[in-house]
């Protein structure tokens, strides 16, 4: 048992009676129409009702873009736009009880073992549509009209699906709540950072859903990793973040030749000094039917930096694991993984680390697919009951064909690539 009390033995024990509950031969139309009865038992009105399951129906069906458009042409034509429209834009029904809905659905059919999150840069042409900036974004080295986006991924070792998201919204779109615009930013909506959004998710997954408690997953190479696993650990939820070489640590282990004492040194460099200790590891692939891989692993006892200033504290900071893991080849450049489970082998976590990665495919070959990025409007309810209803189309894409590129036009899957 961890710290948190999740059972990380267990990690990978009910992939085969997952597999035996959804093969790949479950028809989706027969699976929309068993979730939709826990989906949409929150919307109070039985056309509402009827609206969702033809929406997420759409969007697995419609080839292209999954517009509003797009997806009445498919449902009954030009007379049914309007409704449509109304349905995401402009109705009342609350997307958080169907989102809660999805995740208690998934928990025991992936299942579950941990909650990878994610934030994702999405470019729009229009720079009206909600939560739209013009941003710089490090991985494309250049400035880009664009969405950005947070979500938390149910995930396992062989497929993921997002259960709940979070729209990034600058100053001036917090501030457009009051100016009358279409937006209806509403005024609970405070400005927020990525750090803050990825732990109020994840948070309200567990504290207000009753999720339960798996590891958090996620690449923390833009985010405050210090806040992250102060606040995350205090509710109990364990955190494996990916990390840079330039991510500066409190090294105090005894293992680490040459620094026995307490020493301030950047992620990599910690990680140079520990090639002594690497052990051989193997590790399965994410995906059904992955391979095996295998590379060496090391670990080392570090702490982060305390206080505003960065400085670094000898005996200070919370303790963590520093996890460096080279695939044959690879050695000299590791992933590097920083991790509270400090009482569990770094083997132990092997399943773990190839989940931000496999949530990573799983977006480009299946969320993109089903209309993820599609949603062209201002308004901020019209996204978020978007959102809601692309993941419940994912989980249905994921569930009855795992592992597939999904081509969106007759309910059926293609062999990946």
């Known amino acids: 048992m961890s710290a948190a009390g999740f059972p990380l033995a267990k990690i990978g ?4 009676n997952a597999d035996r509950l959804f093969g790949e031969n479950v028809p989706p139309d027969d699976l929309l129409r068993e979730m939709s009865t826990s989906l949409f038992a929150s919307l109070p009105r039985a056309d509402q009702r009827k609206r969702g399951i033809e929406y997420v129906r759409g969007l697995l069906e419609v080839p292209g873009r999954k517009s509003i458009r797009n997806i009445a042409s498919l449902i009954g034509g030009r007379a049914t736009d309007q409704s449509l429209h109304h349905f995401i834009s402009e109705s009342t029904w609350d997307w958080a009880p169907v989102r809660q809905a999805l995740a208690r659905y998934l928990v025991p059919r992936l299942p579950v073992e941990a909650w990878v999150v994610q934030d994702t840069v ?3 042409a229009g720079q009206h549509l909600v939560g739209v900036d013009r941003r710089f ?13 947070i979500g938390v991924w149910a995930a396992s070792g062989c497929r993921s699906s997002p259960v709940d998201w979070g729209l990034h919204l600058s100053p001036t779109w917090i501030g457009e709540r009051s100016s009358g615009s279409q937006a209806t930013i509403p005024d609970s909506i405070e400005a927020e950072t990525l750090s803050d959004q990825a732990v109020r998710l994840c948070v309200s997954m567990v504290s207000e859903w009753g999720m339960p408690v798996r590891p958090v997953v996620l690449d923390g190479t833009s985010l405050n990793l210090a806040m992250l696993f102060e606040r995350l650990g205090r ?3 364990p955190l494996l973040a990916r990390v840079d070489q330039s991510v500066p640590l409190l090294v105090s282990d005894p293992a680490l030749t040459g620094h026995r004492g307490s020493a301030s040194m950047l992620a990599g460099d910690v990680m140079r000094a520990a090639s002594g200790t690497r052990q051989p590891a193997q590790w399965r ?3 059904r039917g992955g391979g095996v891989r295998s590379g060496l692993i090391a670990s080392v006892t570090v702490r982060l930096p ?7 504290r000898a005996g200070g900071g919370q303790r963590l694991t520093l996890v460096g893991l080279a695939a044959t080849g690879q050695q000299n450049t590791p992933q590097l993984w920083l991790t509270d489970l400090t009482s569990r082998h770094p083997m132990a976590l092997l399943t773990l680390f190839t989940l931000l990665e496999g949530m990573r495919g799983d977006y480009v070959k299946v969320a993109k697919n089903v209309g993820i990025e599609d949603y062209v409007g201002r308004s901020f309810d019209g996204w978020h009951r978007h959102m809601t209803l692309a993941s419940a189309a994912h989980a249905i894409a994921a569930l009855t064909c795992p592992g597939q590129v999904w081509n969106g036009r007759t309910g059926r899957a293609k062999p990946g690539t």
């Not at 024990?13 to 085969?16: A, D, I, P, V």
């Not at 974004?137 to 986006?149: I, W």
């Not at 305390?306 to 670094?312: A, E």
């Open 13 to 16: 024990k009910h992939k085969e």
């Open 306 to 312: 305390l206080g505003r200033t960065g400085r670094l």
């Open 137 to 149: 974004v490090p991985a494309e080295g250049r400035v880009l009209n664009a969405q950005q986006t």
């Open 235 to 237: 509710k109990g939820i």
């Open 285 to 287: 692939e994410f995906g």
């Open 122 to 124: 999405i470019r729009k």
